[in-house]
DNA sequence: GCATGGTTGAATTT
DNA sequence: AAATTCAACCATGC
């Protein structure tokens, strides 16, 4: 063996063979190449204290997700007489080591260092400035180069492993070695399976049907789709790199080639691609992009701290089988359409609970097999009206929404079974159902399945109220609101609240006066 | 400074 | 069911 003229590639997104350019470029004139991923216990052993099962980070489907990618990656590995090299312990710590004890001359790993992307970055950047539209950023990003250059999505061979000498190797474990228990029963299994496989085999499925291609757009999605969902699952995959951006987009046009009445972003599947590129391109250019202090695209809203009506979204209790069905379905799948997303993030922030974006944030963050930090950032700024979007009189209905796609609750009845014999015209609103239709349906509401946390009509007045005044507020101060000055609107909507709910009170105290006399007479 | 258009609504009318 | 109206605020770009 070549005495140090080894390399090594460091793993950490970018799961796949085909069309990794930090691969290539490792494999290049080597004579030994260290595939490595580290496994940080910190990510990855169970944390006890956390809202559902998994690690402090990452919900139990993720890891799953993410373990699957890695068992394929090996795999796909050994067939080019490779293997992956797993490591455990703190990552930065750990490669230090190996770096010195392996002798490496050549770390990769996926970082874009291309001058190319250097040129472009600075480009697409604008002076400092991010694009905050879609269609600026269109403007800027231009077409890719390397849109038609081939791409190496297959390869024969790999450079052998090198001697990991006294570093001790693992294979990748299961969940069960680290820690998880209980982990095959049926009802938590994401039915999306990891890996570059997988991918492969799902982009080529989603791609074989080129009309629906030609013709995807994204707003018109059927978000109520569960058995065979509205879009084409490729996320999850793309967020661990076990499928290639460039090889997505390049299969994308050739459709388009073949296709030639096709839709055009933002709403066609080539626009789903650029809008992830959209928002890495904002998340990567603005401060503090992950929060609301500090950030100088985020409206300062004063959002309310009711942590009881933040964990009954959480834990899908909101006595909104619409909304209930989509948090369960994140829980167990990890994954919603993005409409049902939509609802939900609309729901708990700017149309009915007034929930801070960055709780549901964390949610998401968690739970989704799929999250990633400036997708998922961006579309809660988006949705609950703190930035990009503004039209905060624009709220999805917790009941007519999912009803135009689903009449029949099909979706409710699949994700909430204690609703699944509620007669069609109560499944949206099931709190309106009389008692007789509750018990022959096994389920009362107030018992079995909860009432409304708060009633739509008010709540999103209210919401729709408190965000006028906020805007005036950002408006007046031109976006540097203080905390004094939020945390005094805060105060002084609160308090009016109260005020409006005692004289609600007073007339139905008075009115329930005039019932009882009158049912006594 | 001002007109324009914007992935992702709802209520109402036809 | 589809079309129309409503109401609305911002980044962009001239």
């Not at 708990?348 to 963050?365: A, C, M, N, S, Y």
């Not at 906020?470 to 005094?488: I, P």
Request: net charge positive; aromatic share 14%; proline share 6%.
């Amino acid at each position: 063996m070549a005495f140090g003229s080894s390399s090594l590639i460091w793993f950490r997104k970018g799961l796949r063979i085909h069309d990794n350019p930090a691969l290539d470029y490792a494999s290049k004139g080597t004579a030994a190449l260290y595939p490595v991923f580290i496994i940080d216990p910190h990510y990855m052993k169970p944390d006890y204290n956390a809202f559902s099962p998994g690690s402090s980070r990452a919900g139990l489907n993720r890891i799953r997700f993410l373990l699957e990618s890695l068992v394929d990656l090996d795999s796909n590995l050994k067939k080019l007489g490779s293997r992956l090299l797993v490591l455990k312990g703190e990552p930065g710590e750990v490669l230090f080591r190996c770096l010195k004890q392996w002798d490496v001359k050549k770390l990769c790993f996926e970082y874009d260092t291309e001058p190319y992307y250097q040129a472009l970055d600075v480009r697409v950047k604008n002076g400092g400035k991010p694009p905050l539209t879609y269609q600026s950023f269109l403007k800027l990003a231009g077409e890719p180069s390397w849109a038609s250059s081939p791409l190496m999505t297959s390869r024969s061979s790999l450079p052998l492993v090198g001697d990991h000498g006294d570093c001790e190797i693992f294979e990748v474990p299961t969940l069960k070695e680290l820690g998880y228990e209980d982990t095959e029963q049926e009802d938590y299994l994401t039915p999306f399976r990891g890996g570059e496989s997988e991918a492969l085999k799902r982009l080529r499925d989603s791609l074989s049907d080129k009309e629906w291609v030609a013709k995807f757009e994204k707003p018109k999605g059927d978000p109520s789709a569960f058995l065979k969902p509205a879009t084409t699952v490729l996320s999850p995959y793309l967020k661990f790199g076990c499928l290639s951006s460039r090889y997505f987009y390049q299969c994308l046009k050739d459709v388009q080639k073949i296709v030639k009445k096709h839709t055009s972003p933002p709403v066609s599947l080539v626009g789903q691609l650029l809008w992830r590129d959209f928002f890495y391109t904002v998340a990567f250019g603005t401060p503090n992009f992950d929060q609301m202090k500090n950030s100088t695209i985020c409206k300062q809203i004063p959002w309310n701290d009711n942590d009881e009506l933040f964990a009954a979204w959480r834990e899908g209790r909101t006595g909104y089988p619409w909304i209930d069905a989509i948090m369960v379905q994140l829980h167990k799948w990890g994954w919603m359409h993005h409409l049902a997303r939509h609802c939900v993030a609309c729901f708990l922030t700017r149309g009915d609970l007034f929930v801070h974006w960055e709780k549901g944030r964390d949610v998401f963050e968690r739970l989704l097999i799929d999250s990633d930090w400036a997708i998922n950032n961006g579309n809660w700024l988006w949705l609950s009206c703190s930035s990009f979007f503004y039209q905060y009189n624009r709220i999805y209905s917790p009941i007519s929404f999912g009803k135009k796609y689903d009449p029949n609750g099909n979706y409710i009845r699949y994700f909430l079974p204690i609703l699944k014999d509620m007669p069609r015209e109560y499944i949206y609103e099931p709190w309106t159902a009389p008692l007789s239709i509750q018990t022959k349906a096994k389920c009362i509401i107030g018992k079995d399945y909860p009432k409304p946390v708060v009633l739509h009509d008010s709540a999103s007045k209210e919401c729709k109220r408190r965000m006028g005044e906020a805007y005036a507020l950002n408006k007046k101060f031109n976006g540097l609101v203080s905390e004094e000055e939020l945390s005094s609107l805060r105060k002084r909507l609160e308090e009016e609240d109260d005020k409006k709910n005692q004289v609600q009170e007073v007339k139905t105290k008075k009115q329930k006066t005039i019932d009882d006399w009158m049912s006594t007479k």
